[in-house]
């Protein structure tokens, strides 16, 4: 079944540990983003990417990484995780303009990180 | 850039009331307004979309307008159930497919039965 796939679901971890945030969509989108959302609160876009070898910042994207080396695959590392990242991290994906119908943008289930 | 503002933040009705969200944006390039809504512990998910060249747009209970000479764009949820309580959120962007959906804040709706 078409759809976004993120893992881990939750994460807790210490301080100063690096970690990556796994996201593979299976849509065949070219466009894919990373957001840091508070449970029902504001959707912060921290990185996103218009195909692979294309990554930009968004505005929030201090202290964090992203690579598309595939068209499927979006990871997101945080090189040393610090209490203030804790948060739910949400990935989506969306078709580029002109190809389809719909703009829509496809969220994944999200990974929450709890750093202690 | 782009800057989309959402009000009200919460907003609370009796079941069968209509609900009514507002957003306003900056960028008149924007022409592509969709509507998303996050039930608790869920993922966001589009419910409703408008492009520049309509004013409104209905999907059953749910409808949006949109007025491109003030920049604002409206929610509409007639005859509200409990299920319609959720987030949600607007958004705004150009199809020059150069820069991201800016999303608002957000707005809390309860559905008190």
């Known amino acids: 079944e078409a759809d976004i796939y993120q893992t881990p679901r939750y994460l807790v971890i210490g301080t100063g540990k690096k970690i990556t945030l796994e996201c593979s969509q299976t849509m065949g989108h070219d466009k894919m983003y990373w957001y840091q959302q508070d449970p029902g609160m504001e959707l912060h876009l921290i990185h996103y990417?218009?195909?692979?070898?294309?990554?930009e910042k968004g505005d929030l994207s201090s202290e964090s990484t992203v690579s598309r080396i595939r068209t499927e695959h979006f990871p997101l590392t945080l090189e040393s995780a610090r209490p203030s990242h804790t948060s739910q991290y949400l990935c989506a994906s969306s078709e580029y303009p002109g190809r389809g119908n719909s703009y829509e943008q496809y969220f994944g289930p999200g990974t929450r990180l709890t750093v202690t | 850039g782009e800057n989309v503002e959402q009000h009200p933040s919460t907003l609370s009705v009796q079941e069968g009331d209509s609900a009514v969200i507002k957003c306003t944006y900056s960028?008149?390039?924007?022409?592509?307004f969709p509507w998303y809504k996050q039930e608790l512990g869920k993922r966001p998910q589009l419910i409703i979309d408008?492009?520049?060249?309509?004013g409104e747009k209905k999907d059953q209970r749910i409808a949006v307008t949109l007025n491109k000479t003030a920049k604002h764009f409206s929610l509409h949820i007639t005859e509200t159930q409990p299920e319609d309580s959720a987030v949600y959120f607007c958004a705004a962007s150009s199809n020059s497919g150069n820069t991201p959906l800016v999303f608002g804040k957000g707005t809390r709706l309860s559905v008190i039965a």
């Open positions: 990417s218009y195909g692979v070898n294309s990554t």
């Open positions: 960028d008149s390039a924007s022409n592509y």
């Open positions: 408008i492009r520049s060249n309509v």
